[in-house]
């Protein structure tokens, strides 16, 4: 069935270890793509994995910050 492919916003937000509210902040904002269906949001996980992908932020070592 296609529709097993596609998350609620409860499963999206476990998916995504954020709160609803948030998803929902997302999804208003546009910055997560959403499969609307009548009144009902779905996701499809691989747009929830690009979101992770465009959202990684590198990791700065400390040792390359210089203070002064």
Same mark, same amino acid.
């Given at each position: 069935? #296609? ?8 499963? #999206?937000? %476990? *998916?995504?270890?954020?709160? @609803?509210?948030?998803l *929902? ?11 609307? @269906?009548?009144? &009902? ?5 691989? /747009? &929830?994995?690009? +979101? @992770?992908?465009?959202?990684?932020? %590198? #990791?700065? /070592? %400390?040792?390359? @910050?210089? +203070?002064?």
């Amino acid at each position: 069935k #296609a529709n097993d492919n596609l998350l609620d916003m409860r499963q #999206a937000s %476990e *998916y995504l270890n954020i709160k @609803i509210s948030t998803l *929902y902040s997302l999804c208003f904002k546009g910055r997560v793509r959403v499969v609307k @269906i009548g009144k &009902l949001n779905r996701f499809r996980r691989e /747009d &929830l994995d690009k +979101f @992770i992908t465009n959202n990684l932020k %590198e #990791a700065i /070592d %400390e040792r390359d @910050i210089s +203070f002064g």
